[in-house]
């Protein structure tokens, strides 16, 4: 059996077992077979779309309203997710500006197959524009 520590992992790009998800609980959902790639892993589109509802919602919170989606920066893939897994993503508000709200998300797997593993799979920034009635940019208010 091999062991790691946190250095380890996070020069790996992967999760130390005491490594917790940050930021808040946006979406939870279940990795299903529709889903699935010809090698039987779950399609990256499908994590980064579920990523990327998560971060809209909590967009959308932050900034009072309609957003729309206009960057993902630093997008990593670190471990596969399998049918079964139910993703979880959380989202943090790391910066607001004028008009836009950027959002970093953690996607995390909990593994079916070893009951009560929790292991990060993916993250990255996106960054959601604030958008009026009309679908123009809008003020993001300041609190």
Same mark, same amino acid.
């Given at each position: 059996m091999? $062991? !790691?520590? =946190?250095?380890? =992992?996070a020069?790996s790009?992967?999760a ?6 940050r930021?808040e609980?946006a979406i939870r959902?279940?990795a299903?077979?529709?889903d ?5 892993d %779950?399609f990256?589109?499908w994590v980064?779309?579920?990523m990327d509802v ?5 967009a ?6 309609r957003v =729309?989606t206009?960057? #993902?920066d630093? &997008?990593? &893939? !670190?471990?596969p ?6 993703? +979880? +993503?959380?989202?943090e508000? %790391?910066?607001?500006g004028? $008009?836009s #709200?950027?959002i970093r998300i953690e ?6 197959? =070893?009951?009560?593993r929790r292991?990060?799979?993916t993250?990255?920034? &996106?960054? &959601? #524009?604030a958008?009026d009635?009309h679908?123009?940019?809008?003020p #993001?208010p300041?609190?």
């Amino acid at each position: 059996m091999t $062991t !790691h520590n =946190a250095a380890d =992992a996070a020069a790996s790009g992967a999760a130390a077992e005491d490594e917790q998800p940050r930021g808040e609980l946006a979406i939870r959902t279940l990795a299903m077979p529709a889903d699935t790639n010809p090698s039987g892993d %779950i399609f990256g589109g499908w994590v980064m779309a579920q990523m990327d509802v998560a971060g809209g919602i909590t967009a959308a919170q932050r900034a009072g309203g309609r957003v =729309a989606t206009v960057a #993902v920066d630093g &997008f990593i &893939f !670190h471990r596969p997710v399998y049918v079964g897994d139910v993703l +979880c +993503c959380y989202a943090e508000v %790391i910066r607001v500006g004028n $008009t836009s #709200v950027a959002i970093r998300i953690e996607a995390w797997a909990l593994r079916q197959r =070893a009951r009560d593993r929790r292991v990060r799979v993916t993250e990255g920034i &996106f960054t &959601f #524009v604030a958008l009026d009635e009309h679908g123009n940019k809008r003020p #993001v208010p300041k609190s």
